[in-house]
């Protein structure tokens, strides 16, 4: 799912610079951008976006008084180069403040923040709840990913390959010790010194492997059957 936004900024460089961010974003798309508030709010009333990036400081009309002024506000995140401005932009509820210059890493860091708002508030219209994410770095490329959707990790050396119901199998830079960490011990269990699994995903077990939902199996280690049976254990149905 892919969240389509707009950047508005009049000075060209800057406008240039977001606009490439946005690009770069995989679960972001570039719907337009403008340097001018007055022909953004235009083309608002013929088209919709989930969020904009807008500078502050323009002529005319500003970002914070263009924002004011719009019936159905998208998410926000305001643009500037002047700290003085946060506050104000908050008041306006914004999803975040950016300070220029503005880095690519900051920039996904308020693009997650507006990923994770957006599935908030498409989650209370469906009445489906939110997902909790977490964000992945692979083939320089964001990837946001649902919890949920995980159906196993394995470790291969400095790597981890996580495979979801969603996509195909992610390989990003990182270790096992991190993800299991990272993940709740209620949802996700160890189970061998290159595997973490979803417990919700597991169809079967024998014979020291774990049958999973997409159909692939994966080995037990000797070290973590005990935690293995125990959680067997203590969730099998008994009459």
């Known amino acids: 799912m892919k969240i389509k936004c707009i950047a508005i900024d009049d000075e060209p460089l800057a406008l240039q610079q977001l606009s490439r961010y946005i ?8 719907a337009g951008s403008f340097r001018n508030a007055l022909v953004a709010g235009k083309w608002f009333s013929e088209n919709k976006a989930d969020a904009i990036f807008v500078d502050i400081e323009m002529p005319g009309i500003n970002g914070l ?44 860091h308020s693009a997650e923040k507006v990923y994770r708002q957006f599935l908030l508030i498409q989650g209370a219209a469906t009445g489906q709840g939110n997902k909790h994410i977490i964000f992945v770095r692979s083939e320089y490329k964001t990837i946001p ?32 010790k991190s993800y299991q960490e990272m993940l709740s011990p209620g949802l996700f269990l160890r189970v061998h010194r290159s595997f973490i699994v979803n417990l919700s995903s597991i169809k079967s077990i024998g014979n020291k492997q774990i049958l999973l939902t997409n159909d692939m199996r994966i080995p037990v280690g000797k070290l973590y059957e005990p935690d293995l049976k125990k959680h067997i254990n203590e969730n099998i149905h008994r009459k």
């Open 23 to 30: 690009l770069d974003t995989e679960f972001l798309e570039l």
């Open 65 to 108: 008084d263009f924002i004011r002024e719009m019936n159905q506000k998208p998410l926000v995140v305001f643009t500037t180069a002047h700290s003085e401005y946060a506050l104000e932009g908050f008041k306006v509820d914004a999803t975040d403040y950016l300070l220029k210059p503005i880095d690519y890493r900051d920039f996904l």
């Open 145 to 176: 990913l649902a919890i949920e959707d995980i159906i196993f990790i394995e470790s291969q050396s400095e790597y981890v390959r996580i495979f979801s119901h969603e996509k195909r199998p992610i390989m990003t830079l990182g270790s096992l």
